[in-house]
Structure formats: C-alpha cells, structure tokens
C-alpha cells in the first residue's frame, strides 16, 4: 500500500501539479470543482467510515439549498435546526482535528456520487462532502480537498 502512495505521489509531482478536477452529482444537480489531492486528507466520517471530501462553502451554491449554505455555523451551533427543512439533507457531523484546531466540527452530506478526474476517471457513491466555511488557498487555485483514499 505504502508502495503505490508514494508511486502516486511521485507522478503527481513530476507532473507539477496535484489538481485534478471533482464533480459532485446531488439531488439532480451537479457541481464541477478544481480540487487538491491531499496526502494529510484522512478525514472519515465517524459513522459509516466513509473519506469526506472537503470543499468550500462558496462552491456548493447550486448544489446545496442557499439557506443551509448561509447559515452553516448556526446548524454546527444546533441553534437553526428547528426552522428549517435541514432535516431532508440529512447532514452529517464530522468532528475532526488539525493544525490550530484540535475540536473541530463539520457538516456534510452524502452526494449521490462523484466523479473524479485525474490521469482516470474514479466514480465513487460511498464519499461524504465536509463543507468548509471559509477558503483552502488564497489564490483560489483550488476549493476541495480530496484525500488519496478517494482514487482506490
């Protein structure tokens, strides 16, 4: 296994880039996104165990409804739950911890699958979407984070 990561790493850097591009496919809508493949992406999701992509709130507009996407920090708060038809997402709590933020949380969903384009195509329906509530990179290069787990 240590094998082929470091084999899939090697390409990605001769290459010079690690982006490749994401479509996200839910409830009929889809959403095409550049994204980073990211070795430190080990995020599951506590439940199923599923890889959670992470991806920039901004990006998901047109996928997901407006309302949820603008009040993300008080659905994380559990203070706008009883207002909303956020149940019918069925939105995931993803705690993680990182780099500045040992207690974390996220909220995710389930698409109905995605596709992800590198030098193949991987199409997966066992992933969840974490959205991030802020920007990955200041120069916009990219709005995802997708783990190495993902293109097995």
């Known amino acids: 296994i240590i094998s082929i990561i470091a084999q899939i790493i090697k390409n990605k850097y001769e290459k010079k880039t690690m982006i490749c591009d994401l479509e996200i496919f839910y409830k009929g809508n889809c959403k095409k996104i550049k994204s980073m493949l990211d070795t430190g992406n080990l995020l599951k999701e506590p439940l199923?165990?599923?890889?959670?992509?992470?991806?920039?709130?901004?990006?998901?507009?047109?996928?997901?409804?407006?309302?949820?996407l603008e009040n993300i920090n008080e659905i994380i708060k559990g203070s706008w739950l009883e207002d909303s038809n956020v149940h019918s997402y069925k939105l995931k709590v993803i705690p993680?911890?990182?780099?500045?933020?040992?207690?974390?949380?996220?909220?995710?969903?389930?698409?109905?699958?995605?596709?992800?384009?590198?030098e193949e195509e991987y199409i997966r329906n066992d992933v969840i979407i974490g959205i991030y509530n802020g920007k990955l990179t200041k120069n916009g290069m990219y709005s995802g984070l997708i783990g190495l787990g993902i293109l097995n």
């Open 48 to 68: 199923t165990k599923a890889d959670v992509i992470i991806v920039e709130k901004e990006s998901l507009y047109g996928i997901i409804n407006k309302e949820i």
């Open 96 to 118: 993680f911890s990182s780099l500045g933020n040992e207690n974390g949380i996220l909220i995710g969903f389930k698409p109905d699958y995605i596709k992800v384009y590198d």
